[in-house]
């Protein structure tokens, strides 16, 4: 939806899928099968065929960053969601049923100053989005005076239904609350008349990242990658915490300040952006094909789709094409559903193993083993880069939580596998431990969680609710934290698993148990422990994780221990 600045657009080319052409195999590239002796959970099957597309169309060019080529325009379903969203779908277009049909005698009025023409002076257009386009403009009056701003002129005559109304209504408050951060484009205000909604913004006058990649010949140097990679995590981190998710991550929405080679980097439009609370998850498909999520498409995601994306842009910054390619949109969603990406190739191999692992960790299709942006900053690949400033992360909120709504049997398997972790991993979570200021004696309360908050944040983060959790948190009886305990509250199994040391791990955690913390155990004990009501199938499962010779707790039964279990679990054996 409009951009700060950018080239502007001369002309759109139509370049449909041709009729009856196939798309290109998806990438041969294979994992390997693990020999581990338990199931391991994998992604949602495939949901493509009932999939609808993207509400935003993506400018970035074919697979090999050589030169721009136009991308070629959207499928009809796709044009339909979007035009659907927006109230503009004409008699003769198909169109997927979203329950949002235009509606009669909206009311358009935001409260917005109405004194734009007063204030500002408009210029030349600079970039275009798909209900907006953005002009820079010369501040007449107030503390810009004589300043050059970007404004993001956004026509009421687009505002067809109550979503596209609200939309704009989002933005303005997203930009509103998070402006100031470095790596955000700066928000100045906001203005109305009878015909348009005006964004005023810092103007962004050295173009795209997407720009800065082709002049470059279509890839970056790993330090070089590390400089951008670090500004966008760190805005991205930012967002998270207060609860907000962009939805439409890719290098054309990062701009340079200015044309300089150190300049930094801006993050803009937040047309697409939303709240979204810890324990909850969004449904609406939006964002820009060739980055999108694979639970984007399942329409089940939240703040780790952004990582997902970030993965992709890693990925095009190191090797100059795309992880994810076809011809056509349904093409690039059945590769982000069901390719794997190609590390094989040039320059891959010549790349550092820990820039390889760091984009890895990021293209996992399985959400729960995705890196978290306070978690890729602390990356064995950016630990050498200067002035990294790990934020607070919110899952360690989450994770904390479900510890201590675990049993005392998990809590001691937790134990046992967090005295695994490596000297990186124990660096990301004395990070977070500090940041929740512990005590004198080296240990925190429930209660640090909230004070820790409260000191990052913005009115974003109440309209998020992301207040409401952290204070559900805080609230929850239990003793204080050390260390060596908050290791094992805030480890995350599944992002464990994601990792080729896993087995490793796991192993290693088990030995430990067995030598601390298993013992004799009856099945109607465990089921009592994890909190499952006794029934035949309940106890027919459990059998599989208690070892008959000793009756003591199996690999097995510790592993899926570690990951946690509900009786709904056991209603889908």
Not at 258 to 281: C, Q
């Amino acid at each position: 939806m409009g951009l700060c600045h950018g080239k502007p657009i001369e002309h759109q080319a139509k370049n449909l899928p041709v009729p009856g052409e196939a798309d290109p195999p998806p990438s041969s590239h294979t994992t390997k099968s693990s020999n581990f002796p338990f199931y391991s959970p994998s992604p949602l099957p495939s949901l493509f065929k009932t999939s609808p597309a993207i509400s935003s169309v993506n400018s970035t060019p074919l697979r090999i960053f050589k030169r721009p080529f136009p991308p070629p325009s959207p499928a009809k379903h796709i044009r339909a969601l979007l035009a659907r969203r927006h109230g503009s779908v004409k008699p003769n277009e198909a169109s997927i049923p979203e329950g949002n049909e235009p509606e009669v005698g909206l009311d358009k009025s935001f409260g917005f100053s109405k004194q734009f023409l007063y204030h500002y002076e408009l210029g030349e257009e600079v970039g275009r989005g798909h209900f907006g386009y953005t002009c820079s403009a010369k501040a007449k009056k107030g503390s810009l005076k004589g300043q050059d701003v970007a404004v993001k002129v956004i026509p009421k005559s687009k505002m067809t239904t109550a979503i596209a109304i609200e939309d704009v209504r989002r933005e303005v408050k997203i930009l509103r609350a998070l402006t100031g951060h470095k790596n955000l484009v700066q928000f100045y205000d906001a203005y109305e008349d009878d015909d348009n909604v005006y964004v005023v913004m810092e103007l962004c006058k050295g173009g795209e990242l997407l720009d800065r990649i082709l002049s470059r010949g279509g890839k970056y140097p790993e330090e070089d990658a590390k400089a951008v990679m670090v500004q966008i995590l760190s805005v991205v981190a930012y967002c998270h915490l207060q609860g907000v998710v962009h939805r439409d991550l890719k290098p054309e929405n990062f701009l340079f300040t200015t044309k300089d080679e150190t300049s930094p980097l801006k993050a803009i439009d937040f047309g697409l952006s939303d709240y979204v609370k810890p324990d909850e998850r969004l449904n609406d498909i939006v964002g820009s094909a060739y980055y999108v999520a694979p639970e984007v498409l399942h329409r089940s995601y939240g703040t780790e789709a952004d990582m997902w994306s970030i993965g992709v842009i890693a990925y095009i910054l190191l090797c100059g094409s795309r992880p994810f390619w076809a011809r056509t949109e349904s093409g690039i969603f059945r590769a982000v559903l069901k390719a794997e990406p190609n590390f094989e190739e040039a320059p891959w191999p010549s790349l550092s193993l820990d820039a390889i692992d760091f984009v890895k960790r990021l293209l996992n299709k399985d959400y729960r083993k995705r890196l978290t942006a306070a978690q890729a900053l602390s990356h064995p690949w950016l630990a050498s880069y200067h002035e990294i400033k790990i934020p607070s992360d919110m899952i360690v909120y989450k994770l904390v939580k479900a510890y201590i709504c675990s049993s005392s049997l998990r809590k001691s398997a937790l134990g046992a596998l967090a005295k695994t972790l490596t000297v990186p991993q124990l660096a990301y979570l004395r990070e977070q431990f500090t940041l929740l200021g512990p005590n004198k004696s080296g240990f925190i309360s429930l209660q640090n969680y909230k004070t820790a908050i409260l000191k990052n944040s913005t009115d974003a983060m109440k309209d998020s609710r992301v207040l409401d959790y952290v204070s559900m948190v805080s609230s929850l009886q239990f003793r204080k934290l050390d260390f060596e305990e908050f290791c094992a509250s805030a480890i995350s199994v599944h992002q464990l698993e994601g990792m080729e040391s896993w087995e490793e791990h796991a192993r290693r955690a088990y030995e430990l148990f067995e030598k601390d913390g298993n013992r004799p155990i009856m099945i109607e004990e465990l089921a009592s422990e994890l909190g499952l009501s006794p029934s035949v199938p309940v106890h027919v499962v459990l059998q599989d994780w208690i070892r008959h010779s000793d009756g003591k707790l199996s690999f097995l039964g510790f592993v899926r221990l570690l990951h946690g279990v509900s009786s709904r679990t056991f209603q889908k054996t």
